[in-house]
């Protein structure tokens, strides 16, 4: 069993900058692939980012690529997404995942999941 608790959400502006934090709870965390989707109202669950146990595999949606980074620190059990260049359509709550298969963008291959924390962008 693995518990996920994310942090670092707020209000920005557009062009700002934050940093997601994910801390999960449990000995085996750095067996698992990590990932952070987000679900804006009304609509449904979106991959964001994903990274696999030993950091060497990322990848990103094309609506965040290049402007946000995943990584982790499994001395930690803590994954992290920088998001830099924010823009209104990042609006959503955000929420950590883990699971057996890296490399996965869909919301079935994750196991666990956080409670989310809600990143505000204003224009």
């Known amino acids: 069993q693995v518990q996920l608790v994310e942090s670092g959400g707020g209000l920005v502006q557009a062009g700002g900058s934050l940093r997601l934090s994910c801390v999960a709870s449990?000995?085996?965390?750095?067996?698992?692939?990590m990932g952070w989707f987000r679900q804006a109202p009304g609509k449904e669950r979106e991959f964001v980012a994903t990274?696999?146990?030993?950091?060497?595999?990322?990848y990103y949606a094309d609506s965040v690529k290049g402007r946000f980074t995943i990584s982790r620190d499994n001395a930690k059990n803590t994954v992290y997404l920088q998001m830099n260049s924010l823009k209104p359509e990042d609006t959503a709550v955000y929420y950590c995942?883990?699971?057996?298969?890296?490399?996965?963008?869909?919301?079935?291959?994750?196991?666990?999941w956080g409670q989310g924390t809600q990143v505000t962008v204003s224009s």
């Open positions: 990274i696999n146990w030993n950091t060497v595999s990322r």
């Open positions: 995942a883990a699971g057996r298969s890296s490399g996965n963008q869909y919301v079935s291959s994750y196991d666990y």
């Open positions: 449990g000995r085996t965390f750095s067996s698992y692939a």
